[in-house]
């Protein structure tokens, strides 16, 4: 049974590079034609999506971070990783991999979230 | 960006209860919707794919319809564990991939 998992610090100073990496087990990265991506929920917020990646390195972002962050994956840990650079308080969030089967595609497996706050 | 908005962003219902909840779309999206439901502290849940496509181990009470700009989440009979805030999301046009602003499910 494939689960993801969010590791990553709770707590990034503002200006700062928040840095976060998804685990992903019981299956392979880089296996059929998913795409893996990144969420995030601001406390008592909706979901916005930040970006997704495939196996292959391919990536794609939500224009409005786009300035702001990398995706990367590693196939030989089974992991893929998110940066967004020059945080402020509004990048608090409960951040979430997920994976999607298509490009475009519902998010059908999530891992449980890791809650970052930034605050100096 | 397509803009998602639901509707009502929340409302009280009794266990039993047929509900309804309602997801427009500020440009066509043909049946790329999803719908998902999130508990307090958990990860949203996928239910509904392809705007009425069931997801595998979904309970039957739960079904979504629509196509183009509207579309709908009805749960049949509403059970204690359906008390939850639900969101759509659509897949049509990216980036970005957009979610509405999510439903509030309460307890009457």
């Known amino acids: 049974q494939l689960q993801l998992q969010e590791s990553g610090p709770g707590l990034v100073k503002p200006s700062e590079t928040l840095s976060l990496t998804c685990t992903v087990s019981g299956g392979s990265i880089s296996s059929s034609s998913y795409y893996w991506g990144w969420i995030r929920q601001p406390p008592g917020k909706g979901l916005e999506w930040i970006g997704s990646?495939?196996?292959?390195?391919?990536?794609y972002y939500n224009p409005s971070l786009k300035s702001r962050v990398t995706i990367s994956v590693d196939t030989s840990k089974n992991q893929f990783s998110l940066k967004l650079s020059s945080v402020t308080a509004a990048d608090t969030a409960v951040y979430y991999c997920?994976?999607?089967?298509?490009?475009?595609?519902?998010?059908?497996?999530w891992g449980q979230g890791t809650m970052v706050t930034v605050s100096s | 960006a397509i803009r998602m908005t639901q509707s009502p962003s929340s409302f009280s219902a009794s266990t039993g209860d047929r509900v309804t909840i309602t997801c427009r779309a500020s440009?066509?999206?043909?049946?790329?919707l999803a719908w998902y439901q999130q508990k307090p502290g958990k990860a949203p849940k996928l239910l509904i794919y392809?705007?009425?496509t069931l997801q595998s181990g979904v309970p039957s009470r739960f079904s979504g319809s629509g196509s183009g700009t509207d579309f709908t989440l009805t749960i049949s009979c509403l059970q204690s564990e359906d008390f939850a805030t639900y969101y759509c999301?659509?897949?049509?046009?990216?980036?970005?991939?957009?979610f509405g602003g999510g439903t509030k499910v309460e307890i009457k």
């Open positions: 997920a994976r999607h089967p298509q490009r475009n595609a519902a998010f059908d497996i």
């Open positions: 999301q659509q897949y049509y046009s990216y980036p970005p991939l957009t």
């Open positions: 990646i495939y196996y292959s390195g391919s990536t």
């Open positions: 392809a705007a009425s």
């Open positions: 440009q066509g999206i043909s049946s790329y």
